[in-house]
């Protein structure tokens, strides 16, 4: 025999299950949607390192949320820019951009360059780089290249001149050659749009959301019906 004064208790306890599905439906939609962006990040490009994947989040609904809702976010402000393109503006002081820097520090490609060897730091000329020497900047009109100069010294000639306004450091106890650690790049850079992010994630919202809901409305039915035993 069923106690109708019960019903009120009952019907309040399904309503707060299907408010549970709710938030867990778009909690799980939006990690599979978490989980295709990443592996469109993969087949669109050549990742060097982990945090660049990782940077992909969610944002989790959750139940006391007065309106529900998750998200997918990319952190990486540059890989999040390929989506769209973007032309950044130069920079009056030069865009940094790493030329030998790694080789001459001993850096691995998948490793993030660290502060101390980042353009601000070493133009503080308290870091020595290679061979004892501090780096400097130069606006190097006739500056030889690292690899102009033959390890022979009678083989040795005056190396090519190059343009390159940059972050430099000497290679030995001569003055010559440098090996540029940074190019200060004064002209706009343009990254072309590459779409990776939102066909993935809006196709797996799409291709998923019915069987997804479905599954938590069923998660929540049991849970409540468990409570109700």
Do not use: C
């Not at 990443?38 to 945090?51: A, I």
């Not at 001569?174 to 990254?191: A, D, G, H, W």
């Not at 749009?193 to 997804?212: C, G, L, M, Q």
Request: aromatic share 8%; charged share 35%; hydrophobic share 35%.
């Amino acid at each position: 025999m069923i106690d109708i004064t019960e019903l009120p208790k009952a019907f309040k306890e399904l309503e707060g299950a299907y408010k549970f599905a709710e938030v867990d439906f778009l909690t799980q939609i939006a990690k599979l949607s978490q989980g295709a962006a990443k592996e469109s990040l993969r087949e669109n490009f050549t990742l060097k390192n982990t945090w660049t994947e990782k940077s992909v989040v969610i944002t989790p609904a959750k139940t006391g949320m007065s309106e529900p809702f998750s998200e997918v976010f990319v952190r990486d402000k540059d890989i999040a820019e390929h989506e769209e393109g973007v032309s950044r503006p130069s920079d009056p002081e030069g865009q940094p951009i790493p030329n030998e820097l790694r080789e001459a520090a001993g850096i691995a490609e998948n490793k993030v360059i660290p502060k101390s060897l980042r353009v601000k730091q070493l133009l503080k000329g308290t870091k020595a780089i290679k061979a004892g020497n501090k780096p400097f900047y130069l606006k190097a009109k006739n500056a030889p290249t690292a690899g102009s100069r033959p390890r022979d010294k009678k083989k040795r000639k005056r190396g090519r001149p190059v343009k390159t306004e940059g972050i430099y450091v000497r290679e030995g106890k001569e003055r010559t050659p440098l090996i540029l650690l940074y190019t200060m790049r004064k002209r706009n850079i343009k990254i072309k749009p590459r779409r990776w992010y939102e066909p993935s994630v809006n196709a797996t919202y799409e291709s998923k959301r019915e069987p997804v809901y479905n599954e938590a409305v069923d998660r929540a039915i049991e849970r409540w019906l468990a409570r109700r035993v």
